[in-house]
C-alpha cells in the first residue's frame, strides 16, 4: 500500500476505517469526517490504497474475522459482530466472497485453537 505522504486525509480516513471495524459507517459519514465529497474521496483512496474506502472496509473486516476464527474460540455469530457484521448470513457470504472459504471451512482449515 502506498499512500502520498503528502494527503493526510487518506491517513485520517484510514485510521477512521480501522475504528469502525466493529461499527458501522458509510462512505458520506466517512467523507463528512475526513472533510471531502465523497466522490473527491473515493478517486483519492482508489489512487493511494488501489481501491474505494468500503471495499478497504470490508477487506479489514475480513482480515480481522480470519484473525478472531483462527486464534479464537469465538462462535462465528460473536466473529461476524466483533468484524461489524450484524448477521451471521451477510458476514458468511462477504467472508467467501473475499476468502473463497465460509467461516466454519476457513477456521478448519488453519485451526489453531
Not at 500500500?1 to 461499527?23: G, N, T
Not at 477487506?59 to 479464537?72: D, F
Request: charged letters at 25%.
Amino acid at each position: 500500500m502506498k499512500i502520498d505522504e503528502a494527503d493526510p486525509a487518506i491517513e485520517s480516513a484510514l485510521k477512521i476505517l480501522q475504528a469502525h471495524i466493529a461499527r458501522p459507517i458509510s462512505g458520506r459519514e466517512l467523507s463528512r469526517k475526513v472533510g471531502f465529497a465523497e466522490s473527491y474521496l473515493i478517486r483519492l483512496f482508489k489512487k493511494n490504497i488501489g481501491m474505494p474506502p468500503m471495499k478497504y472496509l470490508t477487506k479489514i473486516r475480513i482480515e480481522s474475522a480470519q484473525y478472531l476464527l483462527t486464534s479464537s474460540p469465538l462462535t462465528v455469530n460473536a466473529v461476524a459482530e466483533q468484524s461489524g457484521y450484524r448477521d451471521e448470513f451477510h458476514f458468511s457470504k462477504a467472508f467467501k466472497k473475499f476468502t473463497g472459504l465460509p467461516p466454519s471451512a476457513y477456521r478448519e482449515s488453519r485451526h489453531t485453537v
